[in-house]
Protein backbone atom coordinates (compact mmCIF):
# COMPACT_ATOMS: atom_id res chain seq x y z
CA UNK A 1 0.00 0.00 0.00
CA UNK A 2 3.08 2.54 0.82
CA UNK A 3 4.37 1.83 -2.82
CA UNK A 4 1.13 2.96 -4.28
CA UNK A 5 0.41 6.09 -2.12
CA UNK A 6 1.71 8.70 -4.65
CA UNK A 7 -1.41 6.96 -7.15
CA UNK A 8 -3.42 6.89 -4.55
CA UNK A 9 -3.26 10.91 -3.64
CA UNK A 10 -3.10 11.21 -6.80
CA UNK A 11 -6.68 10.05 -7.49
CA UNK A 12 -7.75 11.67 -4.83
CA UNK A 13 -7.23 15.11 -5.70
CA UNK A 14 -8.67 13.71 -8.82
CA UNK A 15 -11.89 13.11 -6.97
CA UNK A 16 -11.89 16.43 -4.88
CA UNK A 17 -11.17 18.46 -7.84
CA UNK A 18 -14.28 16.96 -10.10
CA UNK A 19 -16.47 16.81 -6.49
CA UNK A 20 -15.70 20.56 -5.96
CA UNK A 21 -16.54 21.14 -9.86
CA UNK A 22 -19.92 19.66 -9.68
CA UNK A 23 -20.80 23.01 -7.44
CA UNK A 24 -19.43 24.97 -10.05
CA UNK A 25 -21.42 27.34 -11.81
CA UNK A 26 -19.78 25.72 -14.75
CA UNK A 27 -20.30 22.29 -13.34
CA UNK A 28 -17.36 19.51 -14.38
CA UNK A 29 -15.95 21.80 -16.82
CA UNK A 30 -14.30 24.09 -13.98
CA UNK A 31 -13.09 21.04 -13.24
CA UNK A 32 -11.40 19.83 -16.51
CA UNK A 33 -9.95 23.43 -17.27
CA UNK A 34 -8.14 23.51 -14.21
CA UNK A 35 -6.56 20.05 -15.18
CA UNK A 36 -5.56 21.41 -18.31
CA UNK A 37 -8.25 19.57 -20.52
CA UNK A 38 -9.34 21.70 -23.51
CA UNK A 39 -13.01 22.19 -24.33
CA UNK A 40 -15.02 20.98 -27.46
CA UNK A 41 -17.33 23.70 -28.85
CA UNK A 42 -21.04 23.54 -27.31
CA UNK A 43 -22.43 20.99 -26.96
CA UNK A 44 -20.32 19.97 -23.85
CA UNK A 45 -21.41 16.36 -23.34
CA UNK A 46 -19.57 13.67 -21.29
CA UNK A 47 -16.54 11.17 -23.10
CA UNK A 48 -16.74 13.02 -26.45
CA UNK A 49 -14.48 10.70 -27.98
CA UNK A 50 -16.52 7.51 -26.95
CA UNK A 51 -19.41 9.30 -28.66
CA UNK A 52 -17.46 9.11 -31.79
CA UNK A 53 -17.84 5.81 -31.43
CA UNK A 54 -21.47 5.38 -29.93
CA UNK A 55 -23.16 7.68 -32.32
CA UNK A 56 -21.24 6.26 -35.56
CA UNK A 57 -23.07 3.01 -34.71
CA UNK A 58 -26.40 4.72 -33.88
CA UNK A 59 -25.69 6.13 -37.61
CA UNK A 60 -25.14 3.03 -39.29
CA UNK A 61 -28.24 1.08 -37.28
CA UNK A 62 -30.13 4.52 -39.53
CA UNK A 63 -28.50 3.94 -42.92
CA UNK A 64 -26.25 6.06 -43.00
CA UNK A 65 -22.32 5.49 -43.35
CA UNK A 66 -20.38 7.42 -40.27
CA UNK A 67 -17.23 7.22 -42.17
CA UNK A 68 -18.65 9.62 -44.95
CA UNK A 69 -20.75 11.93 -43.06
CA UNK A 70 -20.66 13.35 -39.46
CA UNK A 71 -24.49 14.48 -39.10
CA UNK A 72 -24.88 12.08 -36.42
CA UNK A 73 -22.36 13.14 -34.58
CA UNK A 74 -22.72 16.57 -32.34
CA UNK A 75 -19.56 18.01 -33.86
CA UNK A 76 -20.13 16.82 -37.56
CA UNK A 77 -17.18 14.75 -36.85
CA UNK A 78 -16.84 11.67 -39.29
CA UNK A 79 -15.75 8.19 -37.69
CA UNK A 80 -12.17 7.53 -38.19
CA UNK A 81 -11.75 4.31 -36.11
CA UNK A 82 -11.22 0.61 -37.63
CA UNK A 83 -14.73 -0.78 -38.86
CA UNK A 84 -14.20 -3.08 -35.89
CA UNK A 85 -16.03 -0.55 -33.25
CA UNK A 86 -19.07 -0.80 -35.17
CA UNK A 87 -19.31 -4.36 -34.70
CA UNK A 88 -20.27 -3.21 -31.22
CA UNK A 89 -24.21 -3.02 -32.41
CA UNK A 90 -24.02 -6.59 -32.01
CA UNK A 91 -23.90 -6.44 -28.27
CA UNK A 92 -26.38 -3.98 -27.97
CA UNK A 93 -24.10 -0.60 -27.69
CA UNK A 94 -25.64 2.22 -28.87
CA UNK A 95 -25.60 6.07 -27.84
CA UNK A 96 -27.23 5.40 -24.48
CA UNK A 97 -24.05 3.31 -23.55
CA UNK A 98 -21.66 5.71 -23.55
CA UNK A 99 -21.41 6.88 -20.36
CA UNK A 100 -21.14 3.33 -18.92
CA UNK A 101 -18.65 2.98 -21.57
CA UNK A 102 -16.91 5.92 -20.57
CA UNK A 103 -16.57 5.33 -16.59
CA UNK A 104 -15.66 1.96 -17.26
CA UNK A 105 -12.77 2.89 -19.45
CA UNK A 106 -11.94 5.27 -16.67
CA UNK A 107 -11.74 3.10 -13.98
CA UNK A 108 -9.98 0.31 -15.68
CA UNK A 109 -7.06 3.08 -16.77
CA UNK A 110 -7.13 3.97 -12.85
CA UNK A 111 -6.73 0.32 -12.13
CA UNK A 112 -3.68 -0.23 -14.56
CA UNK A 113 -1.74 2.63 -13.26
CA UNK A 114 -2.24 1.68 -9.65
CA UNK A 115 -0.74 -1.63 -10.61
CA UNK A 116 2.25 -0.48 -12.46
CA UNK A 117 3.02 3.16 -10.81
CA UNK A 118 4.87 2.60 -7.29
CA UNK A 119 7.44 4.66 -5.42
CA UNK A 120 9.17 4.05 -2.46
CA UNK A 121 10.75 7.88 -2.18
CA UNK A 122 9.18 11.12 -2.08
CA UNK A 123 10.86 12.00 -5.55
CA UNK A 124 9.62 8.87 -7.12
CA UNK A 125 5.39 9.52 -5.35
CA UNK A 126 6.10 12.67 -6.68
CA UNK A 127 6.56 11.92 -10.16
CA UNK A 128 3.73 9.98 -9.97
CA UNK A 129 1.76 12.24 -9.05
CA UNK A 130 2.86 14.24 -11.92
CA UNK A 131 2.68 11.61 -14.53
CA UNK A 132 -1.39 10.96 -13.27
CA UNK A 133 -2.47 14.41 -13.10
CA UNK A 134 -1.39 15.65 -16.12
CA UNK A 135 -2.88 16.67 -19.16
CA UNK A 136 -2.11 14.37 -21.52
CA UNK A 137 -3.83 11.67 -18.70
CA UNK A 138 -6.56 13.93 -18.21
CA UNK A 139 -7.18 14.54 -21.23
CA UNK A 140 -7.87 11.01 -22.87
CA UNK A 141 -10.02 10.03 -19.15
CA UNK A 142 -12.12 13.01 -19.75
CA UNK A 143 -12.55 12.35 -23.77
CA UNK A 144 -13.14 8.64 -23.15
CA UNK A 145 -10.45 7.88 -25.61
CA UNK A 146 -9.67 4.36 -26.80
CA UNK A 147 -5.99 4.86 -26.39
CA UNK A 148 -6.78 4.90 -22.69
CA UNK A 149 -8.35 1.33 -22.78
CA UNK A 150 -5.74 0.31 -25.68
CA UNK A 151 -3.05 0.66 -22.78
CA UNK A 152 -5.20 -0.98 -20.17
CA UNK A 153 -5.42 -3.55 -21.96
CA UNK A 154 -1.54 -4.06 -22.92
CA UNK A 155 -0.86 -3.51 -19.29
CA UNK A 156 -3.12 -6.13 -17.43
CA UNK A 157 -2.39 -8.75 -20.57
CA UNK A 158 1.24 -8.37 -20.35
CA UNK A 159 0.80 -8.50 -16.00
CA UNK A 160 -1.58 -12.07 -16.56
CA UNK A 161 1.24 -13.25 -19.46
CA UNK A 162 4.15 -12.68 -17.68
CA UNK A 163 4.33 -15.93 -15.55
CA UNK A 164 3.36 -18.49 -18.46
CA UNK A 165 5.70 -20.97 -19.64
CA UNK A 166 7.69 -19.25 -22.96
CA UNK A 167 5.43 -20.85 -25.58
CA UNK A 168 2.29 -20.16 -23.69
CA UNK A 169 3.29 -16.49 -23.22
CA UNK A 170 4.60 -15.91 -26.88
CA UNK A 171 1.23 -16.98 -27.97
CA UNK A 172 -0.48 -15.05 -25.66
CA UNK A 173 1.12 -12.01 -26.32
CA UNK A 174 1.07 -12.58 -30.08
CA UNK A 175 -2.80 -13.04 -29.43
CA UNK A 176 -2.92 -10.04 -27.64
CA UNK A 177 -0.98 -7.65 -30.01
CA UNK A 178 -2.70 -9.01 -32.89
CA UNK A 179 -5.99 -7.98 -30.93
CA UNK A 180 -5.04 -4.05 -30.18
CA UNK A 181 -3.28 -3.72 -33.45
CA UNK A 182 -6.89 -4.74 -34.79
CA UNK A 183 -8.61 -2.07 -32.74
CA UNK A 184 -6.19 0.74 -33.45
CA UNK A 185 -3.05 -0.71 -35.91
CA UNK A 186 -0.31 1.19 -33.93
CA UNK A 187 -0.16 -1.06 -31.08
CA UNK A 188 1.33 -3.42 -33.59
CA UNK A 189 4.62 -1.80 -32.40
CA UNK A 190 4.54 -3.89 -29.42
CA UNK A 191 5.85 -6.89 -31.03
CA UNK A 192 9.05 -5.96 -29.82
CA UNK A 193 8.09 -7.97 -27.25
CA UNK A 194 8.06 -11.11 -28.91
CA UNK A 195 11.62 -11.33 -29.98
CA UNK A 196 13.13 -14.17 -28.29
CA UNK A 197 16.83 -14.75 -26.37
CA UNK A 198 17.48 -18.25 -28.90
CA UNK A 199 17.49 -19.75 -32.28
CA UNK A 200 16.00 -17.39 -35.01
CA UNK A 201 15.74 -14.28 -32.08
CA UNK A 202 13.68 -12.08 -34.26
CA UNK A 203 11.52 -14.34 -35.94
CA UNK A 204 8.44 -14.75 -34.15
CA UNK A 205 8.26 -10.81 -33.41
CA UNK A 206 8.06 -10.37 -37.03
CA UNK A 207 5.93 -13.22 -37.85
CA UNK A 208 3.51 -11.91 -35.19
CA UNK A 209 3.87 -8.13 -36.60
CA UNK A 210 3.44 -9.10 -40.21
CA UNK A 211 -0.33 -11.23 -38.94
CA UNK A 212 -0.96 -8.58 -36.82
CA UNK A 213 -1.01 -5.96 -40.14
CA UNK A 214 -2.77 -8.42 -42.24
CA UNK A 215 -5.55 -9.03 -39.63
CA UNK A 216 -5.52 -5.09 -39.48
CA UNK A 217 -5.66 -4.40 -43.43
CA UNK A 218 -7.92 -7.59 -43.98
CA UNK A 219 -10.70 -6.28 -41.25
CA UNK A 220 -10.31 -2.45 -42.75
CA UNK A 221 -9.70 -2.87 -45.98
CA UNK A 222 -12.88 -1.17 -47.44
CA UNK A 223 -12.14 2.08 -44.89
CA UNK A 224 -8.40 2.32 -44.70
CA UNK A 225 -8.69 5.63 -46.91
CA UNK A 226 -11.59 7.01 -44.41
CA UNK A 227 -9.39 6.38 -41.74
CA UNK A 228 -6.81 8.90 -42.34
CA UNK A 229 -8.50 11.03 -44.39
CA UNK A 230 -11.23 11.68 -41.48
CA UNK A 231 -8.51 11.73 -38.60
CA UNK A 232 -7.60 15.52 -38.09
CA UNK A 233 -3.39 16.93 -38.99
CA UNK A 234 -2.47 19.38 -36.53
CA UNK A 235 0.02 20.68 -33.81
CA UNK A 236 -3.16 21.82 -31.37
CA UNK A 237 -2.59 19.35 -28.46
CA UNK A 238 -0.58 17.42 -30.52
CA UNK A 239 2.34 15.23 -30.17
CA UNK A 240 4.44 13.63 -33.14
CA UNK A 241 6.67 14.38 -36.03
CA UNK A 242 4.47 16.96 -37.48
CA UNK A 243 3.31 19.65 -34.86
CA UNK A 244 6.84 21.31 -35.18
CA UNK A 245 6.61 21.74 -38.60
CA UNK A 246 3.38 22.38 -38.78
CA UNK A 247 3.98 25.04 -36.94
CA UNK A 248 6.60 26.19 -38.81
CA UNK A 249 4.51 25.88 -41.69
CA UNK A 250 1.92 28.06 -39.79
CA UNK A 251 4.44 30.73 -38.94
CA UNK A 252 5.71 31.06 -42.50
CA UNK A 253 2.76 31.39 -44.20
CA UNK A 254 2.96 27.41 -46.34
CA UNK A 255 -0.34 27.42 -48.02
CA UNK A 256 -2.73 25.04 -46.61
CA UNK A 257 -2.88 22.56 -48.97
CA UNK A 258 0.97 22.14 -48.09
CA UNK A 259 0.70 20.78 -44.52
CA UNK A 260 0.17 17.42 -45.45
CA UNK A 261 3.98 18.12 -47.63
CA UNK A 262 5.40 19.24 -43.84
CA UNK A 263 4.02 16.81 -41.82
CA UNK A 264 5.88 13.93 -44.43
CA UNK A 265 8.68 16.46 -43.76
CA UNK A 266 9.01 15.90 -40.34
CA UNK A 267 8.30 12.58 -40.81
CA UNK A 268 11.46 12.09 -42.78
CA UNK A 269 13.24 14.08 -40.30
CA UNK A 270 11.72 11.69 -37.10
CA UNK A 271 13.10 8.71 -39.29
CA UNK A 272 16.47 9.58 -39.77
CA UNK A 273 17.15 11.51 -36.15
CA UNK A 274 15.78 8.14 -34.89
CA UNK A 275 17.54 5.84 -36.29
CA UNK A 276 21.33 7.93 -35.28
CA UNK A 277 19.52 7.92 -31.81
CA UNK A 278 19.25 4.28 -31.74
CA UNK A 279 22.57 3.57 -33.03
CA UNK A 280 24.22 5.80 -31.02
CA UNK A 281 22.35 3.58 -28.31
CA UNK A 282 23.64 0.41 -29.72
CA UNK A 283 26.81 2.05 -30.19
CA UNK A 284 27.06 3.42 -26.28
CA UNK A 285 25.09 -0.07 -24.81
CA UNK A 286 27.98 -0.39 -22.48
CA UNK A 287 28.20 2.50 -20.66
CA UNK A 288 24.62 4.59 -21.73
CA UNK A 289 22.08 2.54 -19.42
CA UNK A 290 24.14 3.19 -16.12
CA UNK A 291 25.04 6.80 -16.68
CA UNK A 292 21.26 7.90 -17.92
CA UNK A 293 18.96 4.82 -19.40
CA UNK A 294 18.57 2.05 -16.80
CA UNK A 295 19.47 -1.44 -18.55
CA UNK A 296 16.36 -3.66 -19.36
CA UNK A 297 16.35 -7.32 -19.30
CA UNK A 298 13.93 -9.83 -21.03
CA UNK A 299 11.07 -11.94 -18.44
CA UNK A 300 10.25 -9.25 -15.87
CA UNK A 301 6.55 -7.35 -16.27
CA UNK A 302 7.88 -3.84 -15.78
CA UNK A 303 10.82 -4.03 -18.55
CA UNK A 304 8.69 -5.61 -21.00
CA UNK A 305 5.74 -3.23 -20.36
CA UNK A 306 8.59 -0.60 -20.54
CA UNK A 307 10.18 -1.92 -23.86
CA UNK A 308 6.13 -2.27 -25.69
CA UNK A 309 5.51 1.00 -24.42
CA UNK A 310 8.79 2.32 -25.86
CA UNK A 311 8.25 0.71 -29.45
CA UNK A 312 4.74 1.93 -29.13
CA UNK A 313 5.62 5.74 -28.19
CA UNK A 314 8.45 5.89 -30.94
CA UNK A 315 6.06 4.26 -33.63
CA UNK A 316 2.85 6.74 -32.95
CA UNK A 317 6.05 9.82 -32.93
CA UNK A 318 6.68 8.39 -36.61
CA UNK A 319 3.06 8.55 -37.94
CA UNK A 320 3.12 12.43 -37.47
CA UNK A 321 0.50 14.07 -35.48
CA UNK A 322 -0.83 12.19 -32.07
CA UNK A 323 -3.35 13.90 -29.65
CA UNK A 324 -1.87 13.86 -26.47
CA UNK A 325 -3.81 11.33 -24.40
CA UNK A 326 -1.37 8.62 -26.33
CA UNK A 327 1.52 9.92 -24.26
CA UNK A 328 -0.47 7.48 -21.62
CA UNK A 329 1.65 4.63 -22.97
CA UNK A 330 4.95 6.79 -21.31
CA UNK A 331 3.13 6.17 -18.39
CA UNK A 332 4.12 2.05 -18.83
CA UNK A 333 8.00 2.94 -19.57
CA UNK A 334 7.96 4.87 -15.96
CA UNK A 335 7.73 2.73 -13.73
CA UNK A 336 11.17 1.41 -14.67
CA UNK A 337 12.68 4.97 -14.48
CA UNK A 338 11.57 5.24 -10.77
CA UNK A 339 13.04 1.64 -10.00
CA UNK A 340 16.44 2.59 -11.51
CA UNK A 341 16.25 6.32 -9.43
CA UNK A 342 15.08 4.69 -6.32
CA UNK A 343 17.66 1.55 -6.43
CA UNK A 344 20.59 3.84 -7.24
CA UNK A 345 20.00 7.52 -6.04
CA UNK A 346 22.19 8.92 -8.42
CA UNK A 347 20.12 11.92 -9.38
CA UNK A 348 21.31 11.87 -13.04
CA UNK A 349 18.48 9.22 -13.62
CA UNK A 350 16.04 11.82 -12.71
CA UNK A 351 16.82 13.68 -15.87
CA UNK A 352 14.96 10.88 -18.58
CA UNK A 353 11.50 10.75 -16.30
CA UNK A 354 11.75 14.62 -15.31
CA UNK A 355 11.89 14.86 -19.36
CA UNK A 356 8.83 12.36 -19.31
CA UNK A 357 6.88 14.64 -16.96
CA UNK A 358 7.59 17.76 -18.90
CA UNK A 359 6.56 15.98 -22.46
CA UNK A 360 2.75 14.65 -20.09
CA UNK A 361 2.28 18.48 -19.22
CA UNK A 362 3.57 20.50 -22.46
CA UNK A 363 0.45 21.90 -22.72
CA UNK A 364 1.30 23.64 -19.66
CA UNK A 365 4.64 25.15 -21.23
CA UNK A 366 5.33 27.77 -23.86
CA UNK A 367 5.69 26.32 -27.46
CA UNK A 368 9.53 26.22 -27.64
CA UNK A 369 9.40 24.41 -24.88
CA UNK A 370 7.34 21.57 -25.23
CA UNK A 371 8.63 21.17 -29.16
CA UNK A 372 11.97 20.80 -27.19
CA UNK A 373 10.45 17.67 -24.78
CA UNK A 374 8.67 16.68 -27.66
CA UNK A 375 11.96 16.07 -29.49
CA UNK A 376 13.81 14.90 -27.24
CA UNK A 377 11.67 12.66 -25.09
CA UNK A 378 11.65 11.16 -28.84
CA UNK A 379 15.41 11.03 -29.39
CA UNK A 380 15.85 9.31 -26.38
CA UNK A 381 13.43 6.69 -26.44
CA UNK A 382 14.78 5.91 -29.73
CA UNK A 383 18.39 5.47 -27.66
CA UNK A 384 17.08 3.62 -25.31
CA UNK A 385 15.54 1.20 -27.88
CA UNK A 386 18.83 0.89 -29.47
CA UNK A 387 20.70 0.07 -26.11
CA UNK A 388 17.90 -3.12 -25.60
CA UNK A 389 18.68 -4.61 -28.89
CA UNK A 390 22.49 -5.89 -27.63
CA UNK A 391 21.00 -6.83 -24.84
CA UNK A 392 18.45 -8.95 -26.71
CA UNK A 393 21.29 -10.73 -27.86
CA UNK A 394 23.19 -11.68 -24.84
CA UNK A 395 20.82 -11.49 -22.06
CA UNK A 396 20.52 -14.83 -20.46
CA UNK A 397 19.61 -14.38 -16.43
CA UNK A 398 16.83 -13.30 -15.37
CA UNK A 399 16.09 -10.48 -13.06
CA UNK A 400 13.66 -10.58 -10.19
CA UNK A 401 10.86 -8.10 -9.37
CA UNK A 402 11.42 -6.13 -6.75
CA UNK A 403 7.94 -5.08 -6.31
CA UNK A 404 6.52 -7.87 -7.36
CA UNK A 405 4.86 -7.68 -10.82
Known amino acids: MQQRAGAILAFLIF ?13 LLWSWDLLGVPRMP ?4 RFTDTISVTHSIDCLRAGFDPYRTGQCDPWGR ?23 IGVSMALLAAGALLMILRATTPVGGALVILAILSPAVMFGIERGNVDVFLFSCLAFGLAITHRMGPASRWLARGGLVAVLAVLKAYPIAACII ?11 AIAAGLISLLLFVVVSRNHLAFIFSNTPLTSYY ?50 APTLLLPALRRGTF ?17 LGSNFNYRLIFL ?17 RLVVLPSLVIALLWAVRLPAWAAHSANWIVYLISCAWLGTILPQMEAARVKRPEPHGV
Open 42 to 45: PPNP
Open 194 to 204: LVRQAGWRWAP
Open 331 to 347: LGALPRMIEALEGRRQW
Open 78 to 100: MFNYPPVWLELRHLGVSSAATDV
Open 302 to 318: RDDLCLACLAIFCFSFL
Open 238 to 287: SFGAAPLFLDLADWVGVPEESRTAMRWLGVGAAFVLGLAAAGLGMRLSQG
Open 15 to 27: AIVLTVGLVQPEG
